[in-house]
Each structure stands twice: as C-alpha cells, then as structure tokens.
C-alpha cells in the first residue's frame, strides 16, 4: 500500500510540474502580458507581450509589431525574457531527471539510492524553475501597478493594466513550485520496503529449516 501511494504522489507531482512547465512556455510567447483599451475608440486594444506589440481592431483584425532592439526593452521585459528561457530551460531537465527517478519504472529497480537522488534533483530543478517564472512575472505586475497610479501621468493618458499571461505565468510558477515539493517530499520519506513476493516464491521452492540445512523430507 506504501508503495502504491508512493508510486500515485509521485505521478501527481510530476503531472504538475508537466503542466507548470508547458503554461511557462505559453506564457513566455503569449502577447498578453499587458493590457490596454482606450476610451476613446473602445474597438481598439492593444497587448504587450515580451516580443511584441499587437492592436486589435474590429475592421482590420490584429496587428503585431516585433520589438526592434532587445537593449530598447524596459529592465523588467529584458530580464523577463532571459528568466522564462531559464524557467523553460530548467523544467524540461527536471522532467527528465525526475522521470527516470519514477518508481513505477523498471529502469534500474535495483538502485533505489540513485533514483531517490534523481527525484530530490528533479524537484530541486522544478522548484528553480517555478521561481523564474514568478518572479519576472510578478516584477510586469508590480511595475504595471505602479504606471498605473503613476500621479505623474496626466489623467487622460491610457494605462496598461493586466494581460492573461500574468495570471497563466502565476499558475505554471505555482504548480511548477507545489509539483517540485511533493516530489521531494516523497523521496525524502523512508523508501518503501521491497515486495515479498520474490522471497515467498523462493521459500516454496527451496524450504530450509531454521538451522541453516535443507529439509529432504517427502
């Protein structure tokens, strides 16, 4: 039963740091990091993400616009970028290692010790990764809310809100963080002890009394 449940967390925990980590990369490439609607032509909207600007236009459909220079970029986008490429970087070496270090795989059954230690390094990359990812989207938000009640900027100048990438970034980080977590929390718990089915198969084959010498009789 122990190893069973063993076997179901860790199935879990990689599932989520799976998840995490796909929505890491849809949020890295999603033009939706920030939001813009004007009041004064409500069928325009613009989105920002971390490679491009795009207008939304009912007549013409959207619009992207690449950014011209990387060093053009605000601080928080260009730090952003290189944080969700190590995020994305950092989950995919995760999932192998902490794949191979499953116990419902056959792959190396006899080595327990070295799949207790791929497991605690997959969920040490995971945990890593679930923190590049928050942080580059929490530091748009933060910076968002700041433009936003910026008392410099005249009234009737528009402001970039949230886009939906800032809230899919936040889940992948969080699923990528609590995926990371339960895999280490189940390889550090005492390892589940060996089926016995193999010593009974054995004992019924080859019986031996207790002192050591085997028992002849019919």
């Known amino acids: 039963m122990a190893f069973v449940f063993r076997v179901v967390m860790q ?8 998840l995490g980590w796909v929505l890491s990369i849809i949020t890295t490439y999603l033009p939706h990091w920030k939001n813009l609607n004007l009041d004064l032509n409500e069928m325009e909207n613009w989105t920002m993400g971390l490679w491009q600007t795009c207008v939304i236009q009912e007549e013409v459909g959207r619009q992207c616009k690449d950014f011209d220079s990387f060093l053009a970029l605000p601080a928080e986008l260009r730090i952003s970028r290189i944080l969700m490429f190590l995020s994305n970087g950092l989950g995919f070496l995760g999932l192998w290692v902490s794949g ?12 327990q ?7 605690i390094l997959g969920g040490i990359l995971f945990w890593t990764a679930g923190i590049a990812a928050l942080v580059p989207v929490s530091w748009v938000a933060y910076m968002t809310v700041q433009e936003f009640w910026d008392e410099t ?5 528009p402001r970039w809100e949230f886009g939906e990438a800032l809230f899919i970034g936040w889940f992948a980080g969080f699923s ?6 339960l ?6 718990s005492s390892q589940a ?26």
């Open 11 to 18: 199935v879990v925990g990689l599932s989520l740091s799976l």
């Open 100 to 111: 191979f270090g499953l116990d419902c795989l056959r792959i190396g059954e006899r080595q």
């Open 113 to 119: 010790e070295l799949k207790k230690r791929l497991l």
């Open 153 to 157: 900027i005249p009234e009737i100048v």
């Open 176 to 181: 990528l963080l609590l995926g990371g977590c």
């Open 183 to 188: 895999l280490n929390c189940v390889a550090c």
């Open 193 to 218: 002890p060996v089926a016995s089915g193999h010593y009974v198969v054995a004992e019924m084959q080859c019986p031996y009394l207790k002192n050591g010498t085997a028992d002849l009789k019919v």
